[in-house]
């Protein structure tokens, strides 16, 4: 009995275990702390007079950054996000907004933001009403007010990190809570004070003119920053006296400020903040004052505004750090697609990716059970249908589950699941099932009850929908043509319409055995049944003995040398049960028993090493390094000092970015190329996950590997195809 007939639950457990892993990393322990190794954050929380209604509770988010790190104000200014704060509160409390302190201006390159560095504390206000009931206190313990927080931010430097959070906080309903006092009570003096009169803001041409009154008499004649609520109005990073200027005409603040290049708004009342320099502050005394001033003239023409994502921002913000008068610095152009295009190209992908090594085994293995049934064209329509609803209903599984992590705040592309040591090793061991079953050392009749294989006899549309979804297990670590551009397009989208996106990718991976299930020709193609199957057969296993060996590599890669040779190990001790269970009488019934005993102690023992994650080693960085390291720090550096850089984003599972590092980036010829004209190689390693490197990506427009970009100073980056071609390198670096 040939594959067809394979164990269902494996094929089922191991598409199941396929999106699991990523979700689990999401799970984490909530507490009142939550430290990255850019951040520390705490949920903390000020009540002077206990939790009842009417009076003062204060509860907020303390950000500690790292030094050179820094977080985003309301309007984070030419790139960033915003702290979002989301509050889970009992029946009868409220969040107000948040409180936020008087931010600094943090110039970015030929760019600027406007944020916070060192400590911060984000203070909320929770209205506590009448119909607030305290929870019941369980024996001697106090009843306590249960503050739960899930909080996201964007933490940058000069490459920038998408980060989130979850906080719980018991905080107690009778006494005072004054630990973090001294916090909230700085928190409330960096707070803009109300101005008693809303000034007054008119549109002239392309500037803005502010007038504000009502200012204290002692920070007369002071210079002030200013600092508009509404995003992509004013241009950031002018400089006061040099590109804006400001004076007083007795108690009358006026500045005339530049509207920004790429303005998306146009307000009729504008929310401002002016701050004293924070040489000019002082203890116990206001430093900041907010206005809500009415708008009047007329706002020029408008530039139409995006929609961008938090990772985009990320990418922004390091490429604005790269070089302050570089154009190389911008952002690379986003893919102009329309939905129907991006539809055509996943399409077109899908079908593409059946010529992948990774996919050619599977579609062998269909072939042979297709010619199985030569003659019979109802079996056959029947069996493109449901392979191809096993590989649709598949793709969107996984899709979705890539699109619902995303969400979620986790940073996820296509082949998400080969990012975790627990998929790797599970794959490994199906296609070794898979194998010893092709090269004929067990049939599943002889290893399974008979009524189970009585059933699947009865059901055979089952296999082949099964086959449709190992199909796509198999494809999801390699990118085709086409699909690069199609699937980084689908973040972007609303969930719908990202859905019909995979959807068309799996109509066209399904499409040949589809078409060859319901045109009679193409079956006549095919050679009569006959001895020549099975030889076939017992050829295809080694496909599935090579895909081991590559995920074996692959394990090496994320779990080291230990977590490989485990892995092979059990893999072994799994092929012995395999067998055992081929035996018959008290032979099969002892040395199976021995064999399972033997593996459970052996996979306690040392099973723990094919999960465990390894760092991988640092590549050095020195002058005759070919290959180095990716960052945007890296990446800033090298087109800062004036030098082409080549980014190859790609990963160990990814079997297409294996190919084009062999048959194209080791070429002699294309080697000297980048040689001849400086250009400098960097390598982005995506087998672990990677938030950075995540982050690029979706700013190219993409959502996984292969994806190799050259970028030169003063030239917009290339973006080359998935299939690496020498000429599609050379004729690229020729442009420079």
Not at 220 to 245: N, Q, V
Not at 338 to 353: F, I, Q
Request: net charge neutral.
């Amino acid at each position: 009995m040939i594959f067809s007939r394979f164990h269902i639950a494996t094929f089922l457990v191991a598409a199941a275990a396929a999106c699991m892993p990523a979700a689990a990393q999401l799970a984490s322990k909530p507490g009142a702390v939550v430290t990255t190794p850019h951040v520390r954050a705490e949920l903390v929380a000020h009540a002077p007079e206990g939790v009842a209604p009417g009076a003062p509770v204060w509860v907020g988010l303390q950000i500690t950054h790292q030094p050179e790190w820094h977080t985003y104000w309301k309007n984070a200014g030419d790139s960033g996000l915003p702290t979002e704060l989301n509050w889970t509160l009992p029946s009868g409390v409220a969040a107000g907004e948040i409180a936020w302190p008087v931010p600094r201006k943090i110039p970015v390159g030929n760019l600027a933001n406007y944020g916070y560095e060192g400590t911060v504390l984000l203070p909320v206000p929770l209205e506590v009403s009448s119909n607030f009931k305290p929870p019941l206190a369980l024996g001697a313990g106090a009843s306590a007010l249960d503050v739960r927080l899930k909080a996201s931010w964007l933490v940058c430097r000069k490459e920038c990190i998408p980060e989130e959070g979850e906080f719980t906080l018991a905080l107690p309903l009778q006494g005072s809570t004054a630990l973090h006092k001294a916090e909230f009570d700085a928190a409330q003096a960096a707070q803009p004070q109300p101005l008693g009169k809303p000034g007054a803001v008119e549109v002239s041409g392309n500037t803005l003119q502010v007038r504000l009154e009502g200012l204290p008499a002692s920070i007369h004649g002071k210079t002030l920053g200013f600092f508009p609520e509404t995003p992509e109005l004013i241009r950031t990073a002018a400089e006061s006296g040099k590109d804006w200027t400001q004076s007083w005409q007795g108690g009358t603040w006026t500045a005339t400020l530049p509207l920004a290049d790429q303005r998306s708004a146009s307000p009729t009342t504008l929310p401002l903040v002016v701050a004293l320099a924070e040489s000019d502050r002082q203890p116990g005394q206001p430093m900041a004052w907010r206005a809500e001033a009415p708008v009047s003239g007329s706002w020029p023409a408008a530039a139409p505004r995006a929609e961008v994502s938090p990772a985009l921002q990320a990418a922004l913000a390091a490429n604005a750090a790269a070089a302050p008068s570089s154009t190389s610095a911008e952002l690379p152009p986003q893919p102009t697609v329309t939905l129907m295009a991006a539809l055509l190209g996943a399409l077109l992908g899908g079908l593409l990716l059946n010529l992948m090594p990774c996919v050619f085994p599977i579609l062998a293995i269909k072939v042979l059970g297709f010619a199985r049934q030569a003659g019979n064209h109802r079996a056959h329509r029947t069996a493109g249908l449901a392979y191809t609803a096993g590989v649709m209903l598949s793709v969107l599984a996984l899709g979705g589950a890539m699109l619902a992590l995303r969400a979620a705040g986790a940073q996820l592309g296509w082949g998400f699941q080969l990012q975790s040591p627990a998929v790797v090793a599970a794959l490994a061991a199906l296609f070794t099932l898979i194998g010893l079953n092709l090269a004929g050392m067990f049939e599943f009749g002889r290893a399974a009850p008979l009524s189970l294989c009585s059933a699947q006899a009865r059901h055979p549309i089952a296999n082949d929908f099964l086959s449709g979804v190992l199909a796509v297990v198999i494809a999801s670590p390699c990118t085709a043509p086409f699909m690069g551009v199609s699937l980084g397009f689908a973040i972007g989208l609303p969930a719908t319409q990202a859905l019909l996106l995979f959807a068309a990718l799996g109509l066209g991976l399904a499409l040949p055995y589809l078409v060859a299930g319901f045109i009679p020709a193409v079956a006549l193609l095919l050679p009569r049944p006959g001895p020549w199957m099975n030889t076939l057969r017992r050829l295809l296993a080694f496909p599935m003995f090579a895909t081991v060996a590559w995920l074996v590599w692959v394990l090496g890669q994320q779990s080291g040398i230990d977590g490989a040779g485990t892995l092979l190990a059990l893999l072994v001790c799994m092929a012995a049960i395999v067998w055992a269970l081929t035996l018959r009488g008290r032979t099969r019934l002892v040395i199976a028993t021995l064999m399972v005993a033997f593996t459970a102690v052996l996979a306690a023992a040392i099973g723990r090493n094919v999960l465990q994650t390894v760092e991988p080693a640092k590549m050095a960085a020195t002058a005759g390094q070919r290959w180095q390291p990716w960052s945007a720090e890296r990446v800033a550096e090298l087109t800062g000092a004036g030098q082409p850089v080549f980014i190859d984003f790609t990963a160990a599972w990814c079997v297409t970015c294996q190919y084009n590092k062999k048959a194209t980036l080791a070429d002699a010829e294309v080697l000297a190329d980048f040689d001849r004209r400086k250009v400098a190689m960097l390598r982005a390693d995506w087998t672990r996950r990677d938030p950075a490197i995540t982050a690029a990506l979706t700013a190219l427009g993409r959502s996984g590997v292969p994806l190799y970009v050259l970028q030169a100073p003063g030239k917009a980056p290339v973006v080359l195809t998935e299939i690496l071609g020498k000429d599609e390198v050379r004729a690229a670096l020729a442009a420079l």
